[in-house]
């Protein structure tokens, strides 16, 4: 499966650290964040808290995994307010996130994994209406988890901040052989 993973991420022009899960740290003033709404998306989303249940129980099954792969895009932007070029960078990430999801769920090995931001499948969530429309494709966010992502990344030398026209987006993929 690593394989699989590795030659996805640098087909797509992709960065990556292999790294060892326990070593990822949780601070729960990252959480805390999620929980004031930062984003917006604080119970508006199936795939932000509290909707997405146990915090502890999802690293938990993190963490059972031996071996994940961080991996990191980095996004050139207009100008440091160019939110447009926000949006597009991230919408690229989580459009091959999920196909990273979609392939490596063709294999029958376990797997698990964590997205840049909240799910952006469907135009407007139902939560709390009515079910979620895809929970098999449905990511949940490192930040709502309470990643210290920029920790993460200068532990497997993967860089953070990238200069004042970028942005660089992160997401996780657990898995075993």
């Given at each position: ?8 991420l ?85 459009t ?28 407007e ?44 987006y ?8």
């Amino acid at each position: 499966m690593q394989k699989k993973i590795e030659d996805f991420l640098k087909n797509q022009g992709y960065t990556y650290a292999v790294i060892e899960p326990e070593n990822i740290i949780y601070r729960e003033e990252f959480a805390a964040k999620c929980r004031m709404n930062y984003c917006g998306r604080y119970q508006k989303s199936w795939s932000c808290p509290p909707a997405i249940g146990d915090i502890e129980a999802i690293k938990k099954r993190a963490n059972d995994f031996p071996t994940a792969i961080l991996f990191q895009k980095v996004f050139p932007l207009e100008d440091i307010y160019d939110v447009e070029g926000m949006d597009a960078g991230r919408k690229i990430i989580m459009t091959d996130t999920l196909t990273l999801q979609d392939d490596l769920k063709k294999g029958n090995a376990p797997f698990f994994m964590l997205a840049a931001g909240s799910c952006s499948l469907c135009k407007e969530c139902t939560y709390p209406d009515r079910p979620c429309r895809f929970p098999e494709r449905m990511l949940i966010s490192m930040e709502a988890l309470g990643i210290d992502v920029a920790e993460l990344a200068r532990r497997y030398q993967l860089k953070y901040y990238n200069g004042p026209a970028t942005v660089t987006y992160f997401a996780i993929v657990f898995f075993g052989e």
